[in-house]
């Protein structure tokens, strides 16, 4: 048990006003609270990795909640990145615990996806419902009532960069090969890390194409497989390898993902 339970609210990167609204709604709600500390950073994806946004979550040791305009998934192994490990715990935005065996630490990181809901109360009703299963219930009165919520200060820009899951990721390297910009390289257990992040390509999600278990992320893609979603991301996610040694130009492969993203009315720098 512990005395009170951290909560993270990551912003989101674009400042849309139904999302601002909401976000208020939740930090009105848990504001008074005696069994929660409450923080506030920009959006999780953006954060730099040695920034103060990272520092606080590297500093966080107990059980957390954080709510992101992420896939669960996703949200998760953007922490793992930055070196905040533990397990991913079962929310309304995650019904199946995933078992990350490669990153498993000893506390629960409890991911609730912004984009779920429209209104604060099932967030509330979930974020209590964790706390009543974490926090000490013994003199929660006593203790000093969580005023308002800390802020995190941080000029964090949109980025663009893969995000790998470990409890997916075999080991192939075929990621490593196939990139020409040099973000992969091999770390231990010959399992790829995203070395150089910012040397992506924005709007390009090519490898997460190629990877044939589906464990490779780009959470602001408009596509749900390749943003993070657990089962879409097993499916139809391959790229045709002819065709692509035929016009294997890396610099063709990302603008064209671009072209294909702005037909679907996304925006490709995957800056909102
Ligand atoms: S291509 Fe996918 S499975 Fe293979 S090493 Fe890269 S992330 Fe892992
Ligand atoms: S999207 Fe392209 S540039 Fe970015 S890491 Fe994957 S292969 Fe490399």
Not at 49 to 64: A, I, K, Y
Request: hydrophobic fraction near 35%.
């Amino acid at each position: 048990m512990i005395e009170k339970l951290p909560v993270v609210l990551s912003q989101d990167r674009a400042g849309r006003p139904e999302h601002e609204h909401l976000e208020k709604e939740i930090l009105a709600g848990l504001e008074g609270r005696h069994d929660l500390k409450v923080t506030v950073l920009p959006h999780l994806y953006d954060l730099s990795q040695d920034g103060p946004g990272v520092q606080f979550l590297r500093s966080v040791e107990d059980d957390m909640v954080i709510l992101t305009w992420l896939y669960p998934r996703s949200a998760f192994w953007v922490l793992d990145a930055n070196g905040i490990h533990g397990s991913l715990g079962p929310t309304f935005s995650l019904t199946e615990e995933i078992d990350a065996a490669a990153a498993v630490g000893k506390r629960t990181m409890w991911c609730l996806d912004l984009r779920n809901e429209s209104r604060a109360e099932p967030y509330l009703k979930e974020i209590d419902r964790i706390a009543s299963l974490l926090v000490e219930p013994a003199a929660v009165a006593s203790r000093a009532a969580n005023g308002k919520p800390q802020f995190v200060e941080e000029a964090a820009e949109p980025r663009w960069y893969p995000v790998v899951d470990y409890s997916r990721c075999g080991g192939c390297l075929e990621c490593l090969d196939f990139c020409h910009f040099g973000v992969f390289a091999a770390g231990e257990g010959g399992r790829p890390v995203v070395e150089h992040p910012d040397a992506c390509r924005p709007g390009c999600p090519a490898c997460s194409r190629i990877c044939p278990q589906g464990a490779i992320m780009f959470p602001h893609h408009g596509d749900p497989a390749i943003a993070g979603d657990p089962e879409l991301s097993l499916k139809n996610l391959k790229l045709d390898l002819s065709r692509l040694s035929q016009a294997a130009d890396p610099r063709r492969i990302a603008e064209s993902e671009r072209k294909r993203a702005q037909e679907q009315g996304w925006d490709p720098t995957g800056s909102s």
